[in-house]
T-cell receptor, first 114, second 114 residues
Framework: DQQVKQNSPSLSVQEGRISILNCDYTNSMFDYFLWYKKYPAEGPTFLISISSIKDKNEDGRFTVFLNKSAKHLSLHIVPSQPGDSAVYFC?????????????FGKGTLLTVNP | GAGVSQSPSNKVTEKGKDVELRCDPISGHTALYWYRQSLGQGLEFLIYFQGNSAPDKSGLPSDRFSAERTGGSVSTLTIQRTQQEDSAVYLC????????????FGPGTRLTVT
């Protein structure tokens, strides 16, 4: 029973264009969401997060949008760069100060072509 | 500063043998987490430590898995009588404390059980 779903295993985008990575969740108790980026042979690195009290959080080229009613979030990268090519994981937690357990999706491999 | 380190980076073992995986968290991080990523899957939460205590062991797949943490620092994950389905990348992460959602991951240990 996957509580966090990333339905696109891969995405290919041209350099300079926008990359949109999607994530759906089923657990209505989730109230904190994160995106991690992972290069081969390295551990995931934190990218950006959003609390359920917000619907948007922006950090440079990265913006995360949260639609609670649809239980959907997305990560926008603009403009995309070849160095953004990596696997992107969506993760969620139930928060409330005890958000030790992150539930991850299976990841989306983003390829940014020069 | 030094990040989370894990050893060994790769481990090949025969079915039925015991293995120990080691994690050195970032200095000063009180919370430590173990995850595993099987082929084609997302990260699966195994266990977390707050200091040397592991309040939630519910993520451990079976009683062949155990973990300990000493001195509030290094942690070892032990798998007894390994099975082929234990083959995965085992990832360790640490954070400043519980409730700090930004978990910093190590590079992982790739375990292959033959």
């Amino acid at each position: 029973d996957q509580q966090v779903k990333q339905n696109s295993p891969s995405l290919s985008v041209q350099e300079g264009r926008i990359s949109i990575l999607n994530c759906d969740y089923t657990n209505s108790m989730f109230d904190y969401f994160l995106w991690y980026k992972k290069y081969p042979a390295e551990g995931p690195t934190f990218l950006i997060s959003i609390s359920s009290i917000k619907d948007k959080n922006e950090d440079g080229r990265f913006t995360v949008f949260l639609n609670k009613s649809a239980k959907h979030l997305s990560l926008h990268i603009v403009p995309s760069q070849p160095g953004d090519s990596a696997v992107y994981f969506c993760a969620a937690s139930e928060g409330g100060g005890s958000n030790y357990k992150l539930t991850f999706g299976k990841g989306t491999l983003l390829t940014v072509n020069p | 500063g030094a990040g989370v380190s894990q050893s060994p980076s790769n481990k090949v073992t025969e079915k039925g043998k015991d293995v120990e995986l080691r994690c050195d968290p970032i200095s000063g991080h009180t919370a430590l987490y173990w995850y595993r990523q099987s082929l084609g899957q997302g990260l699966e939460f195994l266990i977390y430590f707050q200091g040397n205590s592991a309040p939630d062991k519910s993520g451990l797949p079976s009683d062949r898995f155990s973990a300990e943490r000493t001195g509030g620092s290094v942690s070892t994950l032990t798998i007894q009588r390994t099975q082929q389905e234990d083959s995965a990348v085992y990832l360790c992460a640490s954070s400043l404390g519980l409730g700090q959602s930004e978990q910093y991951f190590g590079p992982g240990t790739r375990l292959t059980v033959t």
